[in-house]
């Protein structure tokens, strides 16, 4: 596997062209989430301890990139000794730079700005079921696998195992075979509220007032000797709560459903 060096991280890019880059996407983003809304971070303490590298990230998905914007703000701020708070944006100058963040190929290569995002930390994959809008059933890239591992091997990497915005999809085992075979410290993310206040690409504010909530969970516990890829996956999808225990709508519509069919039987009898 590749290794950063004082000049480059694993992947080659310019550490000083990687910081400009989030300072200025950090300044211009910072008002979007202590401004024109107010995030509202907690968990950060677990963070503290981490080790710098084979740390992966586990989180559900509402917009594009107003979510990873915000996990940028709140790993800069924890890298400088603040926590739960990304008031003090001086945070910025002093960037966490070895950060990847796993995106949909199709998605980072839409216009210039998506480019630019790109080179902050992206490590691009082609989903192997969705593509251009359509379904698809295509094999897994070993040579994205091995990006995320040589991420991991020098870093932290974020990852969204739906692979999607829509909110209860289903997980991809992907994730949880990376897991298996690369055995990193896991830490789950629960964000809520990214949806409302931003649009799907995450890159226009929909609505001001809101105050979207970040929430860094306790490392998952995980048996990496015993646990198969479904266990490990059931596991992440509970702590970032995108099971359909959490799903309160799906809990109402199966209550009014059966409501409706005691309704009809009585009516019968």
Not at 31 to 46: A, P, V, Y
Request: proline share 3%; hydrophobic share 40%.
């Amino acid at each position: 596997m590749a290794k950063k060096n004082i000049f480059t991280d694993a992947f080659g890019n310019l550490y000083f062209l990687k910081r400009l880059i989030i300072i200025i996407l950090g300044l211009v983003s910072y008002r979007r989430f202590n401004g024109f809304n107010k995030l509202k971070i907690s968990g950060t303490e677990n963070l503290v301890d981490l080790p710098d590298s084979n740390v992966l990230f586990v989180s559900n998905h509402q917009t594009y990139f107003a979510d990873v914007a915000a996990m940028y703000h709140a790993f800069c701020s924890v890298n400088n000794g603040y926590l739960n708070t990304i008031k003090n944006p001086v945070y910025l100058l002093n960037p966490k730079v070895d950060f990847y963040y796993v995106a949909a190929e199709e998605t980072m290569n839409k216009g210039f700005m998506t480019k630019i995002f790109k080179l902050a930390g992206a490590v691009t994959v082609k989903r192997t079921w969705r593509a251009e809008g359509a379904n698809v059933n295509r094999m897994v890239d070993l040579t994205e696998v091995e990006n995320i591992m040589k991420a991991l091997d020098n870093g932290w990497v974020i990852t969204f195992p739906q692979g999607t915005t829509s909110a209860f999809a289903q997980g991809r085992k992907g994730t949880a075979k990376l897991v298996k075979n690369q055995r990193p410290i896991v830490i789950p993310i629960k964000i809520n509220g990214f949806r409302r206040a931003f649009d799907k690409k995450g890159l226009r504010v929909k609505v001001t007032g809101v105050k979207p909530t970040m929430e860094f969970k306790k490392p998952l516990e995980i048996d990496y000797d015993n646990d198969d890829a479904q266990t490990i996956l059931t596991k992440i999808m509970v702590a970032i709560e995108q099971t359909e225990d959490f799903n309160v709508l799906h809990e109402y519509d199966q209550e009014l459903k059966a409501q409706k069919t005691e309704e009809k039987s009585t009516l019968k009898s």
